[in-house]
């Protein structure tokens, strides 16, 4: 619905960061594909990854015209018809071309910035990468040049009549939380969670 559309980068810059997980499609030989990957926003590029082998990561550095999305699902919006029930989403759509990203030190930074989307932190606790991991990761860059968001928030919409009808009606709001955290088997040792770990999960109760 074009009611919906939000062109703030603010608003667009805040979704792209909060969710964890990108949707890029793309068409090879009339083919459409829509790949999951994760992602990490840089200013205004957005960087994300895979296999040096691939089919997406291929085609995509050839120069196929690209379409990366993230949604994040905050509720359920349950109306009094079926026809009107819904969910309250935040969406943004990133339209352009990816380019590969050749330059070692850009490289690296951006599988920092993938290992920090995921938990602030965690990049000092961890091993880098090494130069046989860096051959079999290709990384890829889009510019922020073309996106757009949709928000829906609220309750239902009815039609004027259904808001007489004895249904319940209403909004079921929905989170992503953290569990508890289940320790590798092969752990050296009594190793408890990190710090960037713990205060990650602590944000999420």
Not at 35 to 60: K, M, Q
Request: net charge negative.
């Amino acid at each position: 619905m074009p009611a919906r559309a939000v062109y703030d980068r603010e608003a667009i810059d805040a979704i792209l960061d909060e969710g964890l997980v990108a949707h890029v499609a793309f068409t090879e030989d009339d083919q459409p594909y829509v790949i999951p990957t994760l992602h990490a926003r840089v200013e205004d590029t957005l960087y994300f990854h895979g296999s040096a082998a691939g089919r997406a990561i291929r085609t995509l550095s050839e120069g196929a015209p690209a379409c990366l999305t993230v949604t994040l699902l905050d509720g359920l919006v349950l109306a009094r018809s079926a026809f009107h029930h819904s969910v309250n989403y935040r969406s943004v759509v990133v339209l352009g071309t990816a380019r590969p990203v050749e330059r070692p030190s850009e490289r690296l930074a951006a599988l920092q910035a993938f290992t920090e989307r995921l938990i602030p932190g965690r990049w000092a606790e961890v091993r880098p990468p090494n130069a046989k991991e860096l051959k079999a990761t290709r990384v890829l860059a889009m510019t922020l040049d073309e996106t757009s968001a949709k928000i829906r928030t609220g309750a239902p919409i009815d039609e004027e009549e259904d808001y007489a009808l004895s249904t319940w009606a209403g909004v079921i709001p929905l989170r992503t939380i953290a569990g508890i955290p289940m320790p590798d088997p092969r752990l050296a040792g009594d190793i408890a969670p990190s710090k960037a770990v713990s205060d990650w999960i602590a944000q999420r109760p």
